[in-house]
């Protein structure tokens, strides 16, 4: 009977040893052979969430390309970001979406909750760090140990197919017409739903700030956009919070607050969001931030940027 069970421990560390070994190599090619080159060549890019993700309009933006992804937390595009930069030496400056609910604790969830790790892991987790792969594991281990197996199959089926093409997938601006602020509104007013307190030292937050020290490292600019809401958003309630969170980590890094910019309301899809309308309006803003050069000449310029904010 021992004899057995030292055989069926022996065949199972095998087991798992040849797993480990199989998946680390074929991790180590992905990572290799990853390709996140653009074939625009922008000098600016976007990044964030839902709320960039459906208000610029990169086709009528100048030398700019939108990469923001739905539900995406600072923690993902962080790992995103690092390889964007690796394969696009032509990026200049970087735009960060910084907007009230990623101040808030409950962001956390955007990293390591089920439906956050279901969609995100199978994409990037071939290039998330040690650490990051036991922290998601220590958040919900059940959710890592389900969505492994699709980052393997994946892996796997992109290098048999030698289809390392990863640019396609990472997000990119999001084509709305729907309009729904007055079904927004009532909805808001039934649910009474107040919203969430926000949290200086959440988790999502810190990455923010990976990201920021990741673009300095490569020599890149840094721009934090605040893309607009609708002013009956209840999330707009944690603005002294959001604030203050900026003013005690972000003070220093060039800001363009789009928040209260006028939107009518045909321009929303709903109280977050843009639609196509909205996104028409504020993208042809941004590129008259680009082609005028202002980002350059006033936003980046400390000195003039003060005399702007005053």
Not at 160 to 181: L, S, T
């Amino acid at each position: 009977m021992t004899l057995f069970l030292k055989k069926v421990g022996l065949f199972l560390i095998t087991l798992v040893t040849v797993c480990l070994l199989v998946f680390g190599i074929q991790t180590w090619i992905i990572r290799e052979r990853a390709d996140f080159k653009f074939q625009k060549k922008p000098e600016y890019i976007m990044i964030g969430h839902s709320h960039p993700e459906c208000a610029y309009n990169d086709s009528l933006i100048s030398n700019f390309t939108n990469v923001s992804d739905s539900g995406e937390s600072y923690f993902y595009t962080y790992y995103k970001l690092i390889e964007l930069l690796k394969d696009n030496p032509g990026i200049e400056i970087v735009m960060i979406e910084f907007t009230n609910n990623q101040v808030d604790s409950a962001m956390d969830e955007w990293i390591w909750g089920e439906k956050s790790i279901s969609h995100f892991y199978p994409k990037y987790g071939a290039f998330i760090s040690l650490q990051d792969q036991v922290l998601l594991a220590r958040k919900n281990f059940g959710s890592v140990l389900n969505s492994f197996s699709v980052l393997q199959k994946r892996n796997f089926l992109r290098n048999v197919n030698n289809d390392h093409n990863y640019v396609d997938h990472i997000g990119g601006y999001v084509y709305y017409e729907k309009n729904a602020v007055e079904e927004a509104k009532l909805d808001q007013k039934r649910t009474k739903k107040n919203s969430p307190l926000s949290s200086e030292h959440s988790t999502n937050i810190k990455y923010l700030e990976k990201i920021i020290r990741l673009c300095r490292q490569n020599n890149k600019e840094i721009v934090l956009i605040r893309t607009p809401q609708h002013k009956y958003l209840k999330m707009r309630n944690n603005e002294k919070k959001y604030l203050n969170v900026y003013a005690a980590k972000f003070i220093n890094i060039p800001f363009i607050d789009f928040n209260d910019f006028n939107i009518p309301d045909y321009g929303y899809k709903d109280l977050e969001h843009l639609n196509y309308k909205g996104a028409n309006i504020i993208s042809k803003v941004m590129d008259s931030l680009i082609q005028n050069k202002i980002i350059e000449k006033y936003i980046l310029n400390k000195e003039k940027r003060i005399i702007i904010n005053k």
